[in-house]
Antibody, heavy 117, light 111 residues
Framework: EVQLVQSGAEVKKPGESLKISCKDP????????IGWVRQMPGKGLEWMGI????????RYSPSFQGQVTISADRSISTAYLQWSSLKASDTAIYYC??????????WGQGTLVTVSS | QSVLTQPPSVSAAPGQKVTISCSGS????????VSWYRQLPGTAPKLLIY???KRPSGIPNRFSGSKSGTSATLGITGLQTGDEADYYC????????????FGTGTKVTVL
C-alpha cells in the first residue's frame, strides 16, 4: 500500500515563498500520478493539479494555474507544491494524494500552511 | 465553486441507512467514473468507492456506490457512530476547465 508522508506545518508571512513536500517511501513512485488538494478552513476539497513523476507532465486547475508550481524529484520519490509569494488567502491544509486511474487512492496526512502578518 | 452538487447534510439513527446524492453534468459524471471519499474529523480524506461502485480493500460492504446518467449515489447501511464524517464525491471533468472536481461535501450525522 502506498503511504504518502508530507512535510510539517508552516507559518509564513505574506509575500514569502514556500515549498512543501510529499514523499512516497515505497517503490512505485513513477507508476502513478500525484495530485494536490486544498482545503481551506471549514471548507471542502479543491483539486489544484497533478504531476506524473515518470515524465514530469503537469496539469493545473484553472483556479491555481500561475499561482503555484507542482514538481517532482524521482530520485527521492518526492513531489512538491510551491508558492513564490504567499497571500493570507493561501492559509489552508494541503493534501497530496496518489492515483493510477480515476480516483485519489492514497492520501498524505496533510500540511497546514498558515499565512499571517 | 464546485460543479458537483451534494446535500449539505444527512442524518439517521444507528443501524439505519443513508444515501448521499452527487449531481453533475455530461462533462463530468455523465462520461467519467465517480469516486467517493470519507473525511473523519481532523483527518485526511480516504477513498471509499472508486469506478462508480468498487470498494478498495478493507472497505466494508456497508458502503455502496451507483451511477445513473449525470448523478451518482453513495449508500451507507448499518450506520455506526464512527461513520460521522464529511463525504465527498469526485470525478474528472472533460470540459474546457478540464481537471478533477470534488462535490460540495455532505456531513453525515448519526442521531
Amino acid at each position: 500500500e502506498v503511504q504518502l508522508v508530507q512535510s510539517g506545518a508552516e507559518v509564513k508571512k505574506p509575500g514569502e515563498s514556500l515549498k512543501i513536500s510529499c514523499k512516497d517511501p515505497g517503490y512505485s513512485f513513477t507508476t502513478y500520478w500525484i495530485g494536490w488538494v486544498r482545503q481551506m478552513p471549514g471548507k471542502g476539497l479543491e483539486w489544484m493539479g497533478i504531476i506524473y513523476p515518470s515524465d514530469s507532465d503537469t496539469r493545473y486547475s484553472p483556479s491555481f494555474q500561475g499561482q503555484v508550481t507542482i514538481s517532482a524529484d524521482r530520485s527521492i520519490s518526492t513531489a512538491y507544491l510551491q508558492w513564490s509569494s504567499l497571500k493570507a488567502s493561501d492559509t489552508a491544509i494541503y493534501y497530496c494524494a496518489s492515483g493510477s486511474g480515476n480516483s485519489f487512492d492514497f492520501w498524505g496526512q496533510g500540511t497546514l500552511v498558515t499565512v499571517s502578518s | 465553486q464546485s460543479v458537483l452538487t451534494q446535500p449539505p447534510s444527512v442524518s439517521a439513527a444507528p443501524g439505519q441507512k443513508v444515501t448521499i446524492s452527487c449531481s453533475g453534468s455530461s462533462s463530468n459524471i455523465g462520461n467519467n467514473y465517480v469516486s467517493w471519499y470519507r473525511q473523519l474529523p481532523g483527518t485526511a480524506p480516504k477513498l471509499l468507492i472508486y469506478d462508480n461502485n468498487k470498494r478498495p480493500s478493507g472497505i466494508p460492504n456497508r458502503f455502496s456506490g451507483s451511477k445513473s446518467g449525470t448523478s451518482a449515489t453513495l449508500g451507507i447501511t448499518g450506520l455506526q457512530t464512527g461513520d460521522e464524517a464529511d463525504y465527498y464525491c469526485g470525478t474528472w471533468d472533460s470540459s474546457l476547465s478540464a481537471g478533477y472536481v470534488f462535490g460540495t461535501g455532505t456531513k453525515v450525522t448519526v442521531l
